[in-house]
């Protein structure tokens, strides 16, 4: 997958859950004046052809899908969750108080005894879908049978919970719960595969590269190449000069591979193991269906943990708790059976669920109308452009603006479109000189003026550098006070350059960062609590290195010197004649190697550290080499195999922030990291990860959630370097800029109150 950083920006900028959404569209380049004739213009880089609300993927353009959907889950601007919907629900943010509306009251309890979660959704008795038809608990109990049948092929994975009796439905067998696969099994499959899973994984194989044909579709004329074809052939084929054509290109070159994906991994990602954990899956589930045919238990037509309570309530049950869950568990749009299933195969006593089991295509075969309860309707898609109009039944009031456009745009034509009157909305990502376009185009040289208004938001990620503890340790004890001095060191040093070495890069528009967490979220510290500090910013004894009247270089000094205490501490030999260390102890190098995914040219937020941070280790007899990496595939592959020392990249934030990944030592692996690629291992943090996972208290998971940040931070192995804006432009001349959503953040977008929007 050449465009890795491509696709994350896509995903970022379409994070929101409720019923907000990030727009998207490109002009015909018409300008429109009569406002009772102008629809409301947005702008977005590119999508498909595909419309379905069945599934997150960012090339479906769940953009413009959202827009039609009624999503169960509303969150406020920190992202939590409003359990309250129906009635609304005050929450304050940033000193003010806000009610927030949803389409349902939800609440969730866990049984201590039984070790079950019950999920609870009341529905507002007034909701419609766009045609007029009431949204009922039989609805949403479609929705679930849709995404949890066996032959869904969506990316909202709810079959990874564990839903009670899930496993029995989806194996029509009443003794597939009780049935467990040991791992050297799944090994032994895939070493010796059957007939079956070879198809599998050919199946797994064309759908990937009929993916990517689509989107070497989207991208070709961009990426400078003649056809998608010649893009394609160029990415994928495995052989030179092959002759096709553009129906057969997928299949010729899927033929090609024939069961080799990790080859295909390598064209995709880099790393060859990059899709083991899908295929590792295959091979466990044709095992799990073999071993329910060789039991003899009863057949299961229906889920036991998804029950219908009344007309408008709807529980779903699941075996223990996990505090992020629920985001996915109740995550998902609400689907009009109507539409998308058929009503005569509907009777819930009868547990007939409104299509046949295993039977998928014809629900997901109108993918390009999708209809729902949002506020606004689908009309047409048409020469790259979505026309869509106000949904007269929408719960919270029909918008204001009746019509609206959603077409393509590149994010260099964005701005002097707005200037010119072709466009009322865009995306931009925040950079010095995008920022200095907005600017020049306002009379008052802001972000916001009389032509452009702008509001800007962190995106849910954050940059930051990296160290493995099991390749920067001493004496080969990643753990020791020793090995985290030496961390320490090399921290203290990178932290102190990241304010010019940003300021530089982004300007206003990203913000240095102190804690691996989107400043926005509930359980972000704040700089007016208790415990509070910037990242690094103490010596050895725990002093504070720096005061406010310090200027840089005097901030720079302070941490040379104190990065050289640490240096000492972890035992290393200082040379006072020389003043730079002589040796290093054992373990422990007086070279260390830094990966930096900079397109071979320094183009990176990160780079000018690391430059500053070379000249200050030099100074100390320490050599830092930094690698820019021009095919950022072949880090990302040095990654995921644990090879890297330090490195330097970004994590994409969750609306609710669970550490499991990152953090935990069960996803470590000395040949293949899962997601804790610094090989972190504490037990004290390993068991305050789970004990915030299931905690209901939103106030002691946050108190936890620091205690783990504060014992990553004395690990040494993460420094939170930056974290990046999204701009959104307004046509201050043709939109009544008094009607856009206040205060919008990363988990509150202006697309929630979409709605209130007014033209001028």
Known sequence: MKRIWK?????????????????????????????????????????????????????????????????LLTADREGNLIKKGIKGEKAEYDGKGYTYYGPADISWNYDEGDKI??????????????????????????????????????????????????????????????????????????????????????????????????????????????????????????????KTTEDSVVEDVAEQYDVDYHSLAIHYNGSESYFDEQIEKIAYEELYAEEVKKTDGQRVDHIEGIVKKDDYTVQIQTKGFE?????SILGIPVLPLHYYGDVEQYNYEKHCFGFRRGKLRKVVEKERKPMGAGPYIFKEFKDGQVTMEANPYYYLGEPKIKKLVVSQASEQDMITMLKDGKMDIGEISGSVASFDEVRNANKNRELSGDIITSYVVDYMLYGYIGINADKVNV??????????????????????????????????????LEYPIETSSWASPKENE????????????????????????????????????????????????????????????????????????????????????????????????????????????????GKL?????????????????????????????SGNFYHIRDNSLDKLI?????????????????????????????LPVYQRQNCTLFSTERINTSTLTPNTTANYSWLNEIHKLEMN
């Not at 995903?11 to 015909?28: D, I, K, R, Y």
């Not at 020392?645 to 990291?673: G, L």
Request: aromatic residues 12%; negative net charge.
């Open 117 to 242: 979660t019950t999920y609870t959704v009341k529905l507002r008795e007034d909701l419609k879908f766009s045609d007029g038809t009431p949204v009922t608990a039989d609805d949403v109990i479609f929705s679930y049978y849709v995404h949890l049948d066996p032959s869904y092929t969506g990316t909202r994975l709810l079959n990874s919970f564990h839903i009670v009796g899930l496993e029995n439905y989806r194996m029509n067998s009443t003794a597939a719960e009780g049935i467990e696969i040991e791992p050297y099994a799944v090994k032994e499959r895939l070493a010796n595969p059957s007939k079956g899973l070879k198809s599998g994984i050919r199946t797994f194989i064309r759908e990937i590269l009929e993916e990517e044909y689509s989107w070497c579709k989207e991208t070709y004329k961009e990426k400078r190449y003649e056809s998608a074809q010649e893009m394609f052939l160029e990415y994928y084929s495995l052989k030179k000069n092959v």
């Open 323 to 327: 505090a992020s869950a629920i985001y």
């Open 530 to 641: 208790k415990g509070y500090m910037p990242a690094f910013s103490v010596d050895e004894s725990g002093h504070a290195l720096y005061s406010d009247y310090m200027n840089a270089d005097k901030r720079y000094k302070a941490a040379l010197e104190a990065a050289k205490e640490y240096f000492i501490e972890a035992g290393y030999e200082y040379d006072e004649a020389s003043g730079k260390f002589s040796a290093a102890p054992y373990g422990a190098s007086l070279s260390y190697t830094t990966y930096i995914p900079a397109e071979g040219k320094g183009e990176h937020p990160s780079y000018e550290i690391l430059r500053n941070v070379q000249k200050a280790l030099a100074s100390l007899g320490i050599e830092l080499i930094i690698h820019d990496e021009e095919d950022e595939n072949v880090m990302w592959k040095k990654l995921d195999e």
């Open 7 to 71: 696709k994350g920006v896509a995903a970022f900028l379409a994070v929101t859950l409720a019923t907000g959404m990030v727009g998207c569209t490109q002009s015909n380049g018409e300008k429109v004046t009569e406002k009772e004739e102008r629809p409301l213009i947005i702008g977005c880089e590119s999508f498909g052809d595909k419309f379905t609300p069945f599934t997150d993927d960012a090339r479906n353009n769940e953009g413009v899908v959202q827009l039609t959907q009624l999503y």
């Open 690 to 718: 789970m004990s915030a996972r299931k905690s209901e208290d939103q106030g002691y998971r946050k108190m936890i959630y620091k205690e783990c940040m504060d014992i990553v931070r004395d690990w040494g192995v993460e």
């Open 645 to 673: 020392e330090i490195w330097c990249a970004a994590w994409q934030s969750a609306m609710d922030p669970d550490m499991y990944q990152k953090y935990h030592s069960k996803n470590i692996d000395r040949t293949r990291s």
């Open 475 to 512: 004496n080969g004890k990643p753990g020791s006070n020793k090995s985290k001095a030496l961390r320490k060191a090399l921290m203290t040093l990178f932290a102190v350059y990241r304010k010019t070495s940003i300021d530089e890069y982004y300007g206003d528009a990203a913000t240095v």
